[in-house]
């Protein structure tokens, strides 16, 4: 059975830095396109970023571009997002997906695919 396990979140003051990690177990990783996405509860879910299956093509949502940095280590299986000078309206839960889409707007039908979406980690950016 697939699972995705994120860690790395937690409470930062603003223009802090956070690393995500999201661990695969039960699938190899270097067989999917890999995203980040993000909710905050009474909003709609937001595509953070995806990474190609060999690492060399990424996607940014504006919101996140210069600031966030998506990468992966298919030998451990697991995928990362650097978080730089986070600012407060980047607080949500970020959920790890495999699947996602490299251009334009990043969107995923993980969710509804067992395995293939994370439970998530907090993010909390406060001062």
């Known amino acids: 059975q697939s699972q995705l396990v994120e860690s790395g979140g937690g409470l930062v003051q603003p223009g802090g830095s956070l690393r995500l990690s999201c661990v695969a177990s039960?699938?190899?990783?270097?067989?999917?396109?890999m995203g980040w996405f993000r909710q905050v509860p009474g909003k709609g879910r937001e595509g953070v970023s995806c990474i190609s299956r060999n690492g060399d093509t990424t996607n940014y949502a504006d919101s996140v571009k210069g600031r966030f940095t998506i990468s992966r280590d298919n030998a451990k299986n697991t995928v990362y997002l650097q978080m730089n000078n986070l600012k407060p309206e980047d607080t949500a839960v970020y959920h790890c997906?495999?699947?996602?889409?490299?251009?334009?707007?990043?969107?995923?039908?993980?969710?509804?695919?067992?395995?293939?979406w994370g439970r998530g980690t907090q993010v909390t950016v406060s001062s």
């Open positions: 997906a495999a699947d996602c889409t490299l251009q334009g707007k990043i969107t995923t039908v993980a969710e509804d695919l067992a395995g293939f």
């Open positions: 039960g699938l190899s990783l270097d067989n999917y396109v």
